[in-house]
Every structure is written in C-alpha cells, then in structure tokens.
C-alpha cells in the first residue's frame, strides 16, 4: 500500500494496514478449522444414511460379500422394494399405515395435550402448581422404556393388550412437551395481550386457540417432532403389547423379520428387505423434517429476541 493510500483511509484501518492486521490473520485459520469441524461432523451424521442406501441396493449375499459403502454390479433396490410390499400379503403396507396411525395422530393429540398444560403451568395460579409440575419434571427424567412393564400389567388389568389402543394412549403423554411448552408460554406469550383479548369478552378457550396456540407455535413445531420420531422408533412398548402382526407398527415388524431371517423357511432375502424396510422407514421422517424445519428454526429465533 502507497503512502497515499495509506493516509486516504481512516485512523483505524491505517492502523489495521500498518500492522497487517494480525486479527484477519488469526481468523481465517479459525474459520477453516471450524469448517473443518463441521465436514467431520456432517459426515460422521451422513455416514449411516450412505451405508443404508448402498445397502439397500443389494442383495443377501452381496450385503456381506462386497464393501458396506459402495454399491455392487447389480442393482436390486428395485426388486428389494417390491419383494418387501409383497412380503406375507402385502402385510408391509399395514405396518405403515399402523405407524401412520401412531406417530402421526398421536404426535399430533400429545402436542395438543402438552401445550394446555404447559400454558395452564405458564399462566394460571393454583393450588398444588409447583407440585403437580415437579411431578412432570419427574416424569421428563424417568427412562420411558421403564414405564413398559406397568403399563403392560395396567393395559392387562382392562383387557386392553394387544389391540391399538395399548400403543396410541401412551403415547399421548410428553412430559417433555408439557415443561417446553410451559417455558415457552412463559416467554413467548405476553399477560398483556392475554388480558386485553379477556376484557374485550373472549373466553379462555378461545384466548387459548386464537392467541396462545399461534404464539407458541415454534414450541408446538418442537413438540411434535420429538414425539414423532419417539414413537416411529419405539420397539419396545409394541413388542410388549402386541402379539398380532397386523397391529405391529413398521419398527417392530421389521424387527419380526429380523429375527426370522435365520429361521427355517425364510425368505433368502430377508436380510435385504430388512435394510431395504428401514430406508422406506426413515423416509417420512426425513420428510416432515424438511417440511417443518422453516417453522421450527424461524419461530425459535422470534422466541430467542423475545426472550
């Protein structure tokens, strides 16, 4: 740089070029390690997904005999796929429609559970308050796969087992919905409002579906992923409740398949339709990711500049 030049800039840019500025200096460095950080990261994420789609591209005997991260010289996704939905009379199909039914729906009631409780914990004061919440945080450190066997033994009592109702009404409790939704509800949603919609003559219902659930979306958003993806990979609740294959969510079933793969009388494909099943399986849930994710991430950053 000329002297000119040097003189045309202003006091602390003549500082940053007289002394090559040190700080640019250590900051690319940085940036390119963190860079560096976030590739290993991603890959390290995006590893088994690859694994799964080459995977599936392959039959029984190539799945052991070739390398688990590239594809054979055939390509048998396509017959993997149809052999899976004909597999036991299309019995695949009804496994997707019984998650379907699970997850979705009851994503959906838990969602809708949690935030009238979370803003019920958020905005009214009673009795037992502080009390009745301390038993949701108890209830969002207790392992779910602990509550298996009593809800088994409590379905048993009612003659309830191995129907749907022992797979879909315990998965409309989200403790961890009730306390996001109450900490959300506290920050995201202003008593000021919530008492000129009530003096304008709302009702508390209304208050709560027309200004409460709009305000608490991003939370709502959260909520409803976790349970989703909590109940699409939930095994264990289904492997205690449910004997008939025809009620078993597409986890459990392909678990079936699994473990039948070795048995007597399998399909000599079991194998690969089982990786196949789980690729068809993760799909949906890539899915509602992409779909939800600008709610998710635009309403988290409202919520982080309110609070």
């Given amino acids: 740089m000329s002297p000119a030049q040097a003189r045309s800039l202003p006091g602390g840019s ?10 640019s200096r250590i900051a690319w460095p940085n940036k390119a390690g963190l860079l560096l950080v976030l590739i290993l990261f991603a890959a390290y994420c995006l590893l088994p997904v690859w694994w799964l789609v080459v995977s599936a591209t392959k039959n029984s005997a190539e799945l052991f005999a070739t390398s688990g991260f590239w594809f054979a010289h055939g390509f048998d996704l396509a017959s993997n796929l149809r052999e899976l939905f004909d597999f ?3 019995i695949f199909e009804r496994w997707i429609l019984n998650t379907l039914g699970y997850a979705v729906i009851g994503s959906a009631l838990a969602t809708l559970f949690a935030a009238g409780a979370g803003y019920v914990f ?8 502080r009390f009745f919440f301390a038993v949701v945080l108890g209830g969002v450190l207790l392992p779910p796969n602990v509550l298996a066997i009593p809800l088994y033994l409590l379905f048993s009592q009612v003659h309830a087992t191995n129907t749907y109702w022992s797979v879909f009404l315990p998965s409309l409790v989200s403790p961890f919905g009730v306390y996001l939704c109450r900490i959300y509800a506290e920050a995201g949603v202003p008593d000021e409002l919530l008492e000129a919609a009530r003096i304008d003559g ?13 305000l608490m979306r991003p939370a709502l958003i959260t909520v409803f992923l976790f ?4 109940i699409w990979n939930n095994v264990l609740l289904p492997l205690v409740m449910l004997n008939d294959q025809h009620l078993y969510p597409i986890t459990l079933g392909l678990y079936s398949m699994y473990a039948s793969a070795s048995a007597i009388g399998a399909p000599p494909n079991a194998t690969a339709l089982v990786v196949t099943g789980v690729l068809v399986s993760v ?4 899915i509602a990711f992409i779909a939800l994710q600008r709610y998710w991430r635009g309403g988290v950053a409202v919520g982080a500049i309110r609070g």
């Fill in 14 to 23: 003549r500082r940053a070029a007289s002394t090559g500025d040190p700080a």
């Fill in 88 to 90: 036991q009379s299309h």
């Fill in 122 to 129: 958020a905005k009214y004061r009673f009795t037992g308050r």
């Fill in 202 to 214: 709302a009702g508390e219902i209304y208050v709560f579906r027309s200004i409460a659930l709009r």
């Fill in 227 to 230: 349970q989703l993806v909590a």
């Fill in 283 to 286: 799909i949906p849930l890539i």
